[in-house]
């Protein structure tokens, strides 16, 4: 067996538990405080969020009246669980309290009275871009993390004798955007305190959020749509009694999500994202296949126009007139030469003009690799070929330099092409794309792709593989679009994997359910290709 088929066939065991999509969750409730005032509401909430997500297919870990070990080992042990490619649900309800800057969660052991530094070092930070609860799950590759923080009620810490009080006595801070691929909701907005109960007569087992934000939840709702209908609610019910509070979230998820495979949308809502990143494949396509694919998947509305609009153009030869005119007598038509090796001592990547990427065409090796259901360990393999080149930008354009991958599995009669583009809608909360469109010729046996993982960069020697950063949107059947992660930390991960590892992995669920994985070899040839489209990409 070629070596690189080897190596390829254990890295697909070891992505077969992200392609079941695991749903986990960990649910933490604390009422039984030892030395600040107990809550009343905080572990019923706790209960009924365990209900609905073991209802909707999770395996959660629920744990109630934690101290601050126990809890940060809680934590430990949900964030080692979870696989790249899961859907990971975290759930606190709890005192906590905000430095103005960060916000932390309480264990039941918490002192009555401490400065802000002592406590800074005895509760656990939310996310503080280091070591934060939502730091470290985000760090596992989870495709889509969720956070419920019910944690905004008044400060419960006395300061120090002679000291001056708290930098936020109610609440909790407002929160730096997570990355892409989370979606945080907070029961109350910054410097709001959340309320248990509407009045003393108010008699519901559940706090007022809770008891709102469930069913919206359990109606598989997009978690966009069921927040939002959530504030509405909750905002009427505490004004009428004379009170404030209205629900806080943070959206970085491409697309429409929930807590299940398939969201109910609920009469007419705003555009949600999976309309703007059908906006941004519109914008990116060149080709009429994809744009007649977006044109035959899309429903009627003023996205499949401008599908349509493009197509037509596309085929009138008019393409670039639809977005840039001016750039019409100044474009550099994409023309395809063979790359040859850069000769010992010649000009390096960074001596390149910015935004002039010279068009390449090298070729490498593919694979499809599918399971087998005797043999799981040893999958079906297909070989092909697979071809990289470099679309050259117009002058002045570097965003538009794009890298595509052509590859041919004749066995299976099948044809994918992927593109890598520096992201330029800025709707989209992703520094670069990459979009992957998968065909079948009639009598494949294959009949389509139902779903795909973000993209994994694996090396050979060892065979290891790295989960690129960044949130994948399913476009319609066999066509998806992977959204790479922009924050500073995230891109340079991404960068590193990409320019250095030598194989792009796509992990895949087949329309059969079966699973799958593409391999395209870069090679040492393509990887000039993107070393000198990054380069490219940073030109001012």
Same mark, same amino acid.
């Given at each position: 067996?070629?070596?690189?088929?080897?190596?390829?066939?254990?890295?697909?065991?070891?992505?077969?538990?992200?392609?079941?999509?695991?749903?986990?969750?960990?649910?933490?409730?604390?009422?039984?405080?030892?030395?600040?005032?107990?809550?009343?509401?905080?572990?019923?909430?706790?209960?009924?969020?365990?209900?609905?997500?073991?209802?909707?297919?999770?395996?959660?870990?629920?744990?109630?009246?934690?101290?601050?070990?126990?809890?940060?080992?809680?934590?430990?042990?949900?964030?080692?669980?979870?696989?790249?490619?899961?859907?990971?649900?975290?759930?606190?309800?709890?005192?906590?309290?905000?430095?103005?800057?960060?916000?932390?969660?309480?264990?039941?052991?918490?002192?009555?009275?401490?400065?802000?530094?002592?406590?800074?070092?005895?509760?656990?930070?939310?996310?503080?871009?280091?070591?934060?609860?939502?730091?470290?799950?985000?760090?596992?590759?989870?495709?889509?993390?969720?956070?419920?923080?019910?944690?905004?009620?008044?400060?419960?810490?006395?300061?120090?004798?002679?000291?001056?009080?708290?930098?936020?006595?109610?609440?909790?801070?407002?929160?730096?955007?997570?990355?892409?691929?989370?979606?945080?909701?907070?029961?109350?907005?910054?410097?709001?305190?959340?309320?248990?109960?509407?009045?003393?007569?108010?008699?519901?087992?559940?706090?007022?959020?809770?008891?709102?934000?469930?069913?919206?939840?359990?109606?598989?709702?997009?978690?966009?749509?069921?927040?939002?209908?959530? #504030?509405?609610?909750?905002?009427? @019910?505490?004004?009428?009694?004379?009170?404030? $509070? %209205? !629900? /806080?979230?943070?959206?970085?998820? *491409?697309?429409?999500?929930?807590?299940?495979?398939?969201?109910?949308?609920?009469?007419?809502?705003?555009?949600?994202?999976?309309?703007?990143?059908?906006?941004?494949?519109?914008?990116?396509?060149?080709?009429?296949?994809?744009?007649?694919?977006?044109?035959?998947?899309?429903?009627?509305?003023?996205?499949?126009?401008?599908?349509?609009?493009?197509?037509?153009?596309?085929?009138?030869?008019?393409?670039?007139?639809?977005?840039?005119?001016?750039?019409?007598?100044?474009?550099?038509?994409?023309?395809?030469?063979?790359?040859?090796?850069?000769?010992?001592?010649?000009?390096?990547?960074?001596?390149?003009?910015?935004?002039?990427?010279?068009?390449?065409?090298? #070729?490498?090796?593919?694979?499809? @690799?599918?399971?087998?259901?005797?043999?799981? $360990? %040893? !999958? /079906?393999?297909?070989?092909?070929? *697979?071809?990289?080149?470099?679309?050259?930008?117009?002058?002045?354009?570097?965003?538009?330099?794009?890298?595509?991958?052509?590859?041919?599995?004749?066995?299976?009669?099948?044809?994918?092409?992927?593109?890598?583009?520096?992201?330029?809608?800025?709707?989209?909360?992703?520094?670069?794309?990459?979009?992957?469109?998968?065909?079948?010729?009639?009598?494949?046996?294959?009949?389509?792709?139902?779903?795909?993982?973000?993209?994994?960069?694996?090396?050979?020697?060892?065979?290891?593989?790295?989960?690129?950063?960044?949130?994948?949107?399913?476009?319609?059947?066999?066509?998806?679009?992977?959204?790479?992660?922009?924050?500073?930390?995230?891109?340079?991960?991404?960068?590193?994997?990409?320019?250095?590892?030598?194989?792009?992995?796509?992990?895949?669920?087949?329309?059969?359910?079966?699973?799958?994985?593409?391999?395209?070899?870069?090679?040492?040839?393509?990887?000039?290709?993107?070393?000198?489209?990054?380069?490219?990409?940073?030109?001012?």
């Amino acid at each position: 067996m070629h070596r690189w088929i080897a190596g390829t066939m254990v890295c697909l065991a070891w992505v077969l538990p992200a392609l079941a999509e695991n749903r986990v969750a960990l649910v933490i409730g604390e009422d039984e405080y030892q030395n600040v005032e107990p809550l009343k509401k905080a572990v019923a909430d706790a209960n009924a969020y365990t209900d609905l997500l073991a209802a909707k297919g999770f395996q959660v870990r629920s744990r109630r009246d934690l101290t601050y070990k126990q809890m940060n080992a809680e934590i430990a042990a949900f964030v080692a669980s979870i696989e790249p490619g899961d859907i990971a649900v975290f759930v606190y309800s709890g005192h906590g309290w905000s430095d103005g800057a960060i916000n932390y969660l309480v264990g039941v052991d918490a002192p009555r009275s401490a400065s802000e530094d002592e406590l800074a070092g005895i509760t656990l930070p939310l996310k503080n871009g280091v070591n934060g609860v939502l730091d470290r799950i985000e760090r596992k590759g989870a495709q889509l993390r969720v956070a419920i923080v019910d944690a905004c009620r008044d400060n419960p810490f006395a300061p120090p004798t002679g000291t001056k009080g708290f930098s936020y006595g109610r609440g909790l801070a407002p929160m730096a955007p997570p990355p892409a691929g989370t979606f945080v909701v907070f029961s109350a907005s910054a410097g709001e305190s959340a309320l248990d109960r509407l009045s003393d007569a108010d008699a519901s087992p559940n706090s007022v959020f809770t008891r709102v934000f469930l069913p919206h939840l359990a109606a598989d709702m997009t978690l966009l749509d069921a927040t939002k209908a959530t #504030q509405a609610e909750v905002v009427s @019910l505490t004004s009428a009694a004379n009170r404030a $509070q %209205k !629900p /806080a979230y943070y959206d970085e998820v *491409v697309g429409a999500a929930c807590l299940t495979k398939e969201c109910k949308v609920q009469g007419a809502i705003a555009p949600s994202h999976s309309d703007q990143a059908l906006a941004a494949m519109i914008e990116h396509a060149t080709t009429a296949e994809a744009l007649k694919a977006l044109v035959s998947d899309m429903p009627e509305g003023e996205l499949r126009d401008r599908a349509r609009a493009k197509l037509e153009a596309l085929r009138n030869g008019q393409a670039a007139s639809l977005e840039k005119p001016e750039a019409m007598s100044t474009a550099v038509a994409p023309t395809i030469v063979t790359a040859a090796p850069t000769p010992a001592g010649s000009a390096s990547v960074a001596t390149l003009e910015p935004g002039l990427v010279p068009a390449h065409r090298v #070729q490498g090796r593919a694979a499809m @690799l599918v399971a087998v259901s005797s043999n799981p $360990q %040893k !999958p /079906a393999v297909s070989l092909g070929s *697979v071809v990289w080149s470099t679309i050259p930008a117009a002058p002045g354009q570097p965003a538009t330099i794009a890298v595509k991958a052509e590859a041919d599995i004749p066995e299976l009669k099948m044809h994918a092409v992927m593109t890598l583009r520096k992201n330029t809608d800025l709707s989209l909360p992703a520094s670069h794309t990459i979009d992957l469109r998968v065909t079948f010729a009639d009598g494949a046996e294959i009949k389509g792709i139902k779903d795909m993982r973000v993209p994994m960069m694996r090396r050979d020697d060892p065979p290891s593989q790295d989960a690129l950063s960044g949130v994948r949107v399913k476009i319609s059947d066999s066509y998806f679009l992977v959204g790479l992660n922009r924050s500073d930390a995230e891109l340079a991960h991404n960068v590193d994997l990409i320019v250095n590892r030598g194989w792009f992995d796509f992990p895949m669920l087949l329309n059969d359910d079966r699973i799958a994985k593409l391999t395209l070899e870069k090679g040492s040839a393509a990887d000039r290709l993107f070393a000198d489209a990054f380069l490219a990409w940073k030109a001012p």
